[in-house]
């Protein structure tokens, strides 16, 4: 418990208001930096899986598989300033799209299941 080798965070900061996850953000950071360990972060929050990450999994509505891996290129360490940069709109320009993608499969497979 003391040293573990792979963390599993689900949804750690779902709960909280914008600038308290921002801090939360940099202290995990802060963390792995100075403990390396490898953390698997389920969050539904494109921004924050880009900030954090450095492979991002986007997955697909049912069955669940992974549908693209994304590499996150931004050097560490990252602070604030990264989600500006062209990289990372970059970067969310093509989260945004493969997640659009399977939230109109999921709508259109809702439609036919409840009509």
Do not use: W
Request: with cysteine; proline share 7%.
């Amino acid at each position: 418990m003391n040293d573990p080798k792979v963390l599993l965070l689900d949804e750690p900061y779902r709960a909280l208001d914008s600038l308290t996850k921002s801090v939360m953000h940099e202290a995990l950071l802060e963390i792995y930096y100075r403990n390396p360990v490898t953390i698997f972060f389920i969050t539904h929050d494109l921004e924050e899986a880009l900030f954090l990450g450095q492979r991002v999994a986007i997955m697909t509505t049912r069955p669940c598989r992974p549908k693209k891996i994304l590499d996150v290129d931004i050097p560490h360490p990252r602070n604030y300033s990264v989600l500006t940069a062209p990289r990372f709109r970059e970067l969310m320009e093509e989260t945004i799209e493969a997640v659009h993608e399977e939230a109109i499969k999921a709508f259109a497979a809702g439609e036919k299941e409840g009509g």
